[in-house]
């Protein structure tokens, strides 16, 4: 089966850049979404189709994707940023999610 | 808006069934998939499965298929996870979210609020 790979910890310093990857096998042929799960709270969506942001999320959130690897960038830390976040592709008829990385505040 | 509400928490016994709903609100239920995802305690999302709102249709991942069952009710916009002979490690938080774009489930969102499941003797 499809497998997602994700840091499982980064750490930033407020105000500092937080840089999460997620590799997998031709991921670049396949759409990543990426979603925030804050403890106790159900995940919500905050990039998809590898760039695109909801409404309501703020624009310190973008994502990229280069080769077999794709990035969600949190700009300008914030504290509330603290979070597990988790990739997820559609392969074939089936939905996948990444391993998980938590983002700490120091 | 879009909501998502699930049912409460089950406690089962091994061996046991479990059904879970997910009535859902301010969107056209029967044009979106509805996908099934779980989460095990301290552990990360686990993609079950997802059934057409248009005409039913399913997949599952595999581990899944032949324990679990996802069915709805276009009258009342309301789906349901049915998962059976429930061993210990099925013990979770149990998520429904709407899987998007309309027709063609790509990303979920929103989600529900979860429901917990726990299995023990």
């Known amino acids: 089966s499809y497998v997602l790979t994700q840091p499982p910890s980064v750490s930033v310093a407020p105000g500092n850049t937080a840089t999460i990857t997620c590799g997998g096998n031709?991921?670049?042929?396949?759409?990543v979404h990426w979603y925030q799960q804050k403890p106790g709270q159900a995940p919500v969506l905050v990039i998809y189709?590898?760039?695109d942001r909801p409404s309501g999320i703020p624009d310190r959130f973008s994502g990229s994707k280069s080769g077999d690897t794709a990035t969600l960038t949190i700009r300008w830390v914030e504290a509330g940023d603290e979070a597990d976040y988790y990739c997820q592709v559609r392969d074939g008829d089936s939905g996948v999610f990444g391993t998980g990385t938590k983002v700490t505040v120091l | 808006q879009v909501q998502l509400v699930q049912s409460g928490t089950e406690v089962k016994v091994p061996g046991a069934s479990v059904k879970v709903s997910c009535k859902t609100s301010?969107?056209?239920?029967?044009?979106?998939?509805l996908t099934w995802v779980r989460q095990a305690p301290g552990q990360g999302l686990e993609w079950m499965g997802w059934i057409s709102g248009y005409n039913g249709n399913t997949d599952y991942e595999q581990k899944f298929r032949g324990r679990v069952t996802l069915t709805m009710d276009t009258s009342t916009s309301t789906a349901y996870m049915e998962l059976t002979n429930l061993r210990s490690d099925d013990t979770a938080v149990y998520y429904c979210a709407r899987a998007g774009p309309s027709f063609n489930p790509n990303w979920f969102a929103p989600w529900g609020q979860g429901t917990q499941v726990t299995v023990s003797s």
């Open positions: 189709y590898d760039r």
């Open positions: 301010g969107y056209s239920f029967t044009s979106y998939f």
């Open positions: 031709n991921i670049g042929s396949n759409s």
